[in-house]
């Protein structure tokens, strides 16, 4: 299945756990997921960088301090795009600012 999917993004969920206090990051969980990522090249840190953005401006939009009512998390969705790829993020911001210039005037 996962060979002949033409898919940009594959996410791959398991129920046990993937440490355990007896085998910290050597346990068969641990090792289960990082044998199937090296077999179909998945990059468990652009996984975990991507969840962890997703959370965060989840967070920012939803904070449990303001019963779940904030604002719109635009600064925290550019931050999230300019860790992930700073030189995209960039010129788009550039764009931003010169759209913004001809709009204002």
């Excluded at 965060?56 to 019963?67: L, R, T």
């Amino acid at each position: 299945v996962l060979q002949n999917n033409t898919a940009q993004y594959i996410f791959m969920f398991q129920h046990y756990q993937l440490f355990n206090k007896a085998g910290g990051a050597n346990s068969a969980g641990y090792t289960r997921w990082k044998n199937l990522c090296d077999k179909y090249g998945v990059d468990i840190a652009s996984i975990a960088m991507f969840l962890f953005g997703a959370c965060a401006v989840v967070g920012h939009i939803f904070p449990i301090y303001y019963k779940f009512k904030g604002g719109k998390g635009i600064a925290t969705t550019f931050g999230v795009f300019f860790v992930a790829d700073p030189l995209t993020s960039g010129i788009l911001f550039i764009i931003l600012f010169i759209i913004l210039y001809f709009i204002k005037k």
